[in-house]
Structures are given as C-alpha cells and as structure tokens.
C-alpha cells in the first residue's frame, strides 16, 4: 500500500532522513522503533506533507499515486491520518465542528456530497460510545483543558471518524496511562482492516503489547537498518539501540 | 478535476473586491468643497428649518477653528476638506411612497451586494419573511422605509433624520447633539456641519420593538464623503435592537466616512446597536483607494439600570478610527462593548471603546479580538474611567490580538482611571500568533490552508460572534473568511 524508496528529507540545513526504503501492504501493520533523533517524527511529517520539511530525492507512493507531489489536506483527503504525538489545541472550535470541517473537507476533495448532520451524530454518537470519550466533551473546543490521555483518545476518536485507509500513530502512548493505553489500543485495534495499512511509530515496546505488529524495522540516523517479526521489538526492549546506532 | 477547478474559480474571483461596482445613477451634486454656502445648499436641498441650518452653521463655525486629530495609531495622506463633494443624492424629487417607485438600478445594487436578501424579501413584502424594516441609506438619502405601520402601531418611530426633522422636530431639538456634542472632536463636528442624512428612532415608555431596525450603508458617489448621523433614543424602559452593516463599491479616491452615532437611554431602556462594517479596504499592495471611517459613536445611559450595548464587527476600510463608547451615567447602568477588527493588506485601524463609569454600581464589559494579517497595523484603545461618585463600579476587560504572518503588528492601549476607593477593574490580554502547527494539525485533517486558516479565526472570534443576532453572526463569519483570504502562504 504504502511504498518509500530511498527518501532522503532535510529540514533546514540538517539531512535527518538518509536513504530511507519501506514497503507497508495492505492489511498490516508496521511498527518503526528508533532512539531518539533518529528521524521517527520527521518521516511522520514528510509522508503527510508538512511544510518545512523538505524531500531532496526518493519516493513516496500510496497505492501507486505519487503522494510527494501532493498538499498535506490532499493526502488527507487520499486517506492518510497522522495521530499526532502532541495534538494541537484549536480554541473556540468545538471538537464535533473541527470533525466535520475536515470530514467534509475530504469529501469535497473527493467529489462526495457533505456527511448530513444527522448522519454525523450518529456516527459520532456511536464511535464515542466505542472509545468511551463522554459526548459532551465533544462538544468542547477540540483538546482546550484536555487531559494528555483525552487528547490521545481524541486523535483516535478522530481517526475511526474519519476512516482513513493508512494510518501514522506517533508516539501514541506517550502520556498514557495503562487504562486509556487499552482504550486506544482498542480503538486502534477495532481499525485494523485488510484495506487498511498502520504505521506504529514508538520508542517503547509497550505500546506493541496491545497493538500487534506484523514487521518490525529499527530506524535509526535517518534509514532502516533492521527489519523482523514482532520478535525484534523485545530483542530491543531487552538490549536497547546502541548496536543498531553504532550501526548507522 | 473538477474540485482543483472549483478552487481556482474560487479564488479567482475572490480576488477582486467582491462589492467593487459602481452603480450608474445620475447624481444630485453639491459644488465641490466646503464652506459656509456649502452648508446653507445642503440644509435648503434638505427644505430644512431655521434652526437646523443656525445648528449647522455653528457647527462649521467651530470646525474651522480645530485642529484635526493624530494622536491614533494610523498615517495617511493629509485629507484634502476641498476636494471634496459634501452631498450626493439620488435624483428623486420626492421620497418614494412604495417599492414600485424606487429606482431599479438601486434594486439592482442592492441585488448585487448580495447582502439584503431577507431585506428584499421584506422590501418585496413577500408573506410570512422575517420581519426587519429597513431604512436604507443610498448615499446620503433615506430611499427606502418600510414598516413603518407596524412600527407606528406600536409608537415607534423609525425614519430618516431629514424626514424627523420635519416631522419630529421636538425629538430632534431635545436630544440631537446631547450625546456627542457638536464640537466633541473634529470629525463629529465636520459631521454636525454637513451630516447629510441617517436614521432617526425613537421607541416610547415600555415599549419593546417588535423587530430588528437595520439599515445599510453604501458610499456609492464619486469622490463625495459620506456624513452619516443617526440617532436612537430609548425612553423609559424600551427596547431596541439595530443592525448596521455596509458595504461599498470600488474606486480610486479615498473616501471620507465622519459618521455620528448618538444613543440616548432613559430608565430601564436597552439598546442593542450590531455592525458589520466592509467597506472597500484599498489595494492590498498599496493601501490606494480605500475609506476612511472616522466615527463618533457613544450611547448615554442617562436613566438608572439601563443597558447599552454595542457589537462590532470591523473588516473593511483603509482606516478606521471608532471608539464606541458608553457614559455610565445612571446608577446600575451598564455598558457592553463586543469588537472584532480585522486588519489585511495595508489597512490600519485603530479602535475600541469609552466606558465611563459616573453612577454608582454601573459595570461594564469589553470583549475584544483584534487580527492583523498581512502588513496591517490593528491597535486597540480604550478608556476606563470611574468617576468619585462611581462607587462600586465594575469593568472586565478581555483584549486578544491574533497576528498572522510576519508583517504585520498588534497593538493594544489601556487607559484605566479609577477615581474611587471602591472600583473593580480586570483587564487580560494576550496576544498570538497564528500557529504554524496550528495550521499543518488541520490541513493534515483535510483542510485547505484557507479553510484551516477560517476555522481557526472563526474559534479565536466565537465568543463575539455570538453577541450578533443569528442571521447578521452567519454573515459576519462569511465576512472574516473573505477578509483572510490569502493571508497565508
């Protein structure tokens, strides 16, 4: 589904992605695990497009559609989603308002006639009840005095919303505690299609007790230096990245 | 594809002044310039009484003698007063007595603005649309006033000032001019000279006005300033709410705005007064070509517990220097104050708002929000002051500034007084930028810059958003979209 050849980034003047190949078929999910620096966020933010981080050569294809060439809400609207490792808080626009902003937005792009509201509260109403997020938060300003837990749960409230077909969660256990990493976790889990495609960016193992994936690959100084089965997360939870760092 | 087309269409068309247009109607001039006879020409064009022109011509008398302000926050070319047309009128012998008798080309203007749909709904009487009488103002001469029966039924009357002149000069003698003196500030006072016309309203004891009162305003002459002066008095106990909205064609000229607005509230009264102001803003590169809108606007709370209110919503213009104000003159009166200023391109405004505490346990309210996008200058101002017989006195002030890009500035200016021991101020303010993280969150969601931009003004200016009745906040949010328009980026 997801396909990187040899993608080289930069931001500023600093190299951080250095010849990065991966290949993520439909129905699975990858995890990439690295040390810090290594450049996990950065390729979060290259695969979706934010600007200031630049591609100097390589490719990136979703489905076989170039998505380089493509604006950040393009590639949304092509069913890319980012779960952001720190969600940003939008003052004054209610959660369920942002929601349906972006989701009509895709649509549009996509040459769909808008979600009717009745339609979006029913859905909403039941992809609430799912993560168990109380309805009226909802109706908050989107993560204004939420928790670093409820922002999380917000990010994947958002996706199952939304429906992308491939998924990006950076560092989505960060800040979690064990109950709202089940949550998630669930919530992520309940996503897992065979149309769909997840990357699991994280520095902890943890998080892949829950979510089970099907590859594992270590990024670290800017490419992919190991890839293996779920095994190779609790070889590095047991012996840390240092062989792979001196590696890269 | 389809949706990559719709967009470039969009923003095409987007950037020409969406109101740029100059209706063709034959114009009824005043020579150009100003002077005594100038004056005389316009108050005989109007079939004035003495009194009004002996109340003119003392106001030119002491305008010649100020000195025109600078003490705001905004530069621009020394204004010409001779170069200048001081009245403009649509060639009508008579004011018309129905719809079938105004000019179609000023149907057709109203058409084109796009903004008066219900009003033309209402103007065309068709059944069951919503009940707002409009005084329309087309340059300097009510055309349009309709209602006027409903209105009367219950007391209230709501006509042009020329016409209470005429008609109501009784009302007019004893409040005109008691709000905002004729020599107040210069711009007031060039007003009281010249004021060519705007809207009279008075609503009897215990009256509640059984509809929204709006009136648009439209510069639409060549060259010709635009003196407006409207006066709302609410007796005891009355209730009034009155939109403002405006918009104005394209040109090259600066054009003066001196407008005058007087509110007068007696016992128990309450006036509402909403705008939403989109004249043309001048070029976005240069500045050239856009208003100037220098208005004097203040309510007197004169009666005990009575309650002004004013909401604003500020887009358009090169330069606008406004201070709604309120005169806290009643005990337990109290005064509001809602304000969004939006400044793009070269525009500069400096605005807020006057709460002068000077009866006992009177509050009052300043909410705030101030964008400046592009190489804009946005400053707020205001004044509050509490008076030694203003015991108890309370004020909340709230004054956010959004900046969006690198150019532009933000300016906020405070003036508390408080003269007694038993007065409550807060004052918060804050100021951000536009988050560059802000924006990738929603375009990552599937937002266009554009729209990610709408959405995250539209929640920065929410909680005065909805001070606006619902119809004027659904225009007024569409208003703060198209004045960010290419802000960004």
């Not at chain 2, 007019?172 to 007031?188: C, E, H, I, R």
Request: with cysteine; charged share 25%; aromatic share 8%.
């Amino acid at each position: 589904m997801l396909s990187v050849s040899n993608l080289r980034a930069t931001v500023g003047e600093t190299e951080i992605l250095k010849g990065l190949t991966l290949d993520v078929p439909a129905g699975e999910v990858h995890a990439i695990m690295g040390p810090n620096g290594a450049g996990k966020s950065t390729l979060s933010y290259v695969l979706t497009g934010r600007q200031g981080y630049e591609v100097t050569s390589g490719t990136v294809t979703l489905e076989g559609e170039d998505l380089l060439a493509l604006e950040a809400n393009e590639r949304a609207a092509r069913g890319v989603f980012l779960s952001f490792q720190y969600p940003l808080e939008i003052p004054g626009v209610p959660a369920l308002t942002f929601i349906r902003t972006a989701m009509n937005a895709q649509r549009k792009a996509r040459g769909e006639a808008e979600i009717t509201a009745p339609q979006f509260l029913k859905l909403a109403k039941a992809k609430a009840a799912e993560l168990k997020i109380d309805f009226e938060m909802l109706k908050r300003a989107l993560n204004v005095g939420f928790s670093g837990g409820e922002k999380k749960r917000m990010e994947i409230f958002q996706m199952a919303m939304l429906s992308p077909r491939f998924l990006i969660l950076d560092e989505t256990d960060s800040g979690l505690d064990i109950d709202a990493l089940r949550i998630v976790a669930d919530g992520v889990n309940a996503l897992r299609a065979p149309d769909r495609a997840m990357l699991v960016i994280t520095h902890y193992q943890r998080l892949l007790d829950y979510i089970k994936p099907d590859r594992v690959h270590v990024l670290s100084g800017g490419r992919i230096v190991a890839s293996g089965g779920p095994e190779l997360a609790l070889e590095l939870e047991r012996e840390g990245y240092d062989k792979y760092a001196r590696a890269a | 594809m389809v949706a990559v087309k719709k967009t470039v269409e969009h923003v095409a068309s987007l950037e020409k002044y969406k109101h740029g247009f100059v209706t063709d109607i034959e114009q009824d001039f005043a020579p150009k310039g100003l002077n005594a006879d100038i004056v005389r020409f316009i108050s005989a064009k109007k079939d004035e009484p003495q009194w009004m022109l002996d109340w003119r011509l003392d106001a030119f008398e002491r305008w010649l003698a100020l000195e025109e302000p600078d003490w705001a926050k905004v530069s621009f070319p020394r204004i010409d007063y001779q170069d200048s047309y001081y009245y403009a009128a649509p060639k009508e012998k008579v004011g018309p007595k129905s719809l079938d008798e105004v000019d179609p080309d000023l149907l057709e203007t109203y058409k084109k603005l796009g903004i008066p749909l219900r009003e033309q709904e209402v103007l065309a009487g068709v059944v069951g649309s919503p009940k707002y009488a409009v005084d329309a103002v087309f340059d300097s001469v009510s055309v349009v006033t309709t209602f006027k029966k409903e209105l009367a039924q219950v007391g209230v009357i709501f006509c042009s000032m020329s016409e209470a002149i005429r008609e109501h000069p009784e009302l007019v003698k004893q409040y005109l001019g008691t709000v905002v003196p004729v020599s107040d500030n210069y711009f007031a006072c060039l007003n009281a000279a010249v004021f060519s016309d705007g809207s009279f309203v008075y609503v009897p004891p215990g009256v509640r006005c059984p509809m929204e009162l709006s009136t648009y305003f439209r510069i639409n002459a060549e060259n010709s300033g635009q003196f407006e002066r409207t006066l709302i008095i609410a007796d005891k106990g009355a209730y009034v709410s009155y939109l403002e909205g405006c918009t104005a064609p394209m040109r090259d000229e600066n054009q003066l705005h001196a407008a005058v607005v007087e509110l007068v509230l007696l016992d128990d009264a309450e006036i509402k007064y909403s705008t939403v102001q989109n004249w043309y803003p001048g070029d976005p590169e240069t500045g050239k070509g856009g208003i100037y809108n220098f208005v004097t606007k203040r309510g007197d709370c004169r009666g005990d517990r009575s309650k002004v209110s004013w909401t604003q919503v500020e887009t358009g213009s090169s330069i606008t220097w406004k201070y709604p104000s309120c005169v806290l003159r009643g005990n337990e009166s109290s005064g509001e104050f809602y304000s969004i200023a939006i400044t793009n391109g070269r525009q500069q405004a400096d605005t807020g708002t006057k709460m002068i505490h000077l009866g006992a346990n009177t509050r009052s309210r300043i909410i705030s929000k101030g964008i400046s996008a592009g190489r804009s200058s946005n400053t707020y101002r205001g004044l509050v002051s509490a008076h030694p017989k203003a015991k108890g006195a309370r004020n909340f002030t709230q004054c956010d500034s959004l900046l969006i890009g690198k150019h532009c500035a933000a300016h906020t200016v405070p003036y508390i007084e408080a003269r007694n021991g038993q007065s409550k101020f807060e004052h918060e303010a804050t100021t951000t930028r536009l988050s560059e993280d802000q924006l990738f969150y929603a375009m990552q969601r599937g937002l266009s810059q554009e729209e990610a931009v709408q959405l995250l003004v539209n929640g920065f200016v929410k909680d005065v958003l909805q001070e606006l009745p619902m119809e004027f906040a659904v225009e007024a949010q569409k208003l703060v979209a198209i004045s960010l328009e290419g802000s960004v980026g």
